[in-house]
């Protein structure tokens, strides 16, 4: 019964929307290597970064580098850095949450780790609620979750060049549609970071280098395949989705605001991602590749408060009429770090201005030192 409930809310048509996303994009949909493949993991992580409009590929350098830039991870040196966020999307239909932890080895370099879960849970399954004698039964309906998950391991060590850093990340990718469709995937991320001075810094990712791949395998039951095939489907087979490689270029800028003993300073960055699977809507666009910049601003008082701002996402968006405006997303947040604690928060929109959907981002990061030996 709490099911023919849930049928009168606003939620059931949302997630029977989202059922309906889900079994296009996982059943009709599947290129060798379809633009959007593993979108989740572009999401970003860390309120500070989401206040930067996620412009942070040169200038990250705590445990969430290892998500940003493996590089950058070189300057996570204390013993042990652990960074979590949750956050939830569509009035909390969708979930994301992110778990990162670092560890200094010293002059050998720094590991880190990073978890990520995309999921949307309780979605209605409505492909039996029509039985066999052609009547709408309730009781038929049953639940399941389209879960994205993603299991980094990254490395990053000093060069002999002052300044100079390399980095990579191991991805391992699992994704699962309830228990219709699953895959296991693969990918490889390198970077690179340069900080000549205390002042500039530069950086330069790519994500699937070698292009990331997931291996899909369907199990459906000789029912579902009878509406896929009644409804004017084709049934899926196993096979590869492909994700092409991802490069992103990062210059970050920062100046102290007066004297260096008043602790006041500002940091810009700039940041330009380039995908290589086609036509984007993005600020320049070709049927090659893709450019999207993104850009922040952080005021900050010594370690302790950080005032943050930046746009991302300027694209066209084109309204009911027909007519087509251009369009960013905005972002602001605010971070507090007291000793080896930081808190961190952003507000964003997700899609457009019309749409208005905006969230609340918050994120946590601990530093610890090695505990001393008794």
Excluded at 340 to 362: P, W
């Amino acid at each position: 019964m709490p099911l023919k409930k849930s049928l009168r809310g606003p939620k059931f048509y949302m997630k029977y929307l989202i059922l309906s996303l889900v079994l296009v994009q996982f059943f009709c949909l599947r290129a060798q290597a379809p633009k959007y493949s593993n979108e989740f993991l572009h999401l970003g992580v860390g309120a500070n970064a989401f206040a930067l409009g996620n412009a942070v590929v040169a200038s990250s350098e705590d445990v969430s580098a290892a998500y940003w830039n493996p590089a950058g991870l070189t300057g996570a040196t204390e013993w042990l850095q652990v960074s979590a966020m949750h956050s939830e999307y569509f009035a909390g239909i969708a979930k994301y949450d992110y778990v990162g932890v670092s560890h200094s080895l010293g002059k050998k370099g720094v590991l880190g780790f990073t978890f990520l879960r995309f999921g949307v849970d309780d979605i209605p399954n409505t492909t039996q609620l029509i039985d066999n004698d052609g009547r709408i039964n309730y009781d038929n309906i049953t639940t399941f979750t389209a879960g994205d998950y993603a299991f980094m391991g990254s490395y990053a060590k000093a060069m002999a060049l002052p300044g100079l850093s390399l980095g990579g990340t191991v991805k391992v990718i699992h994704r699962r549609v309830g228990d219709f469709a699953k895959s296991w995937g693969f990918g490889l991320d390198a970077g690179l970071k340069y900080r000549p001075n205390s002042h500039w810094k530069f950086g330069l990712v790519a994500r699937d280098a070698t292009s990331t791949f997931n291996a899909w395998i369907f199990n459906l039951s000789q029912d579902m395949q009878q509406v896929f095939l009644s409804t004017g489907n084709d049934i899926p087979t196993n096979g590869l989705e492909l994700s092409l490689p991802r490069f992103i270029a990062g210059v970050a800028y920062t100046h102290s605001i007066g004297s260096e003993e008043k602790g006041f300073s500002i940091a810009a960055e700039l940041d330009i991602d380039a995908t290589t699977d086609g036509m984007r809507n993005t600020l320049i666009k070709s049927n090659t590749f893709s450019l999207d910049p993104h850009m922040g601003v952080q005021v900050s008082y010594k370690e302790l408060v950080h005032v943050r701002g930046g746009v991302s996402s300027i694209q066209q968006f084109q309204a009911i009429d027909g007519t087509k405006d251009w369009g960013v997303q905005p972002n602001l947040g605010l971070g507090i770090g007291i000793k080896g604690f930081n808190l961190d928060y952003a507000f964003t929109r997700l899609g457009a201005a019309e749409a208005g959907y905006y969230t609340h981002v918050f994120s946590l990061k601990f530093r610890l030192t090695q505990p001393k030996k008794k």
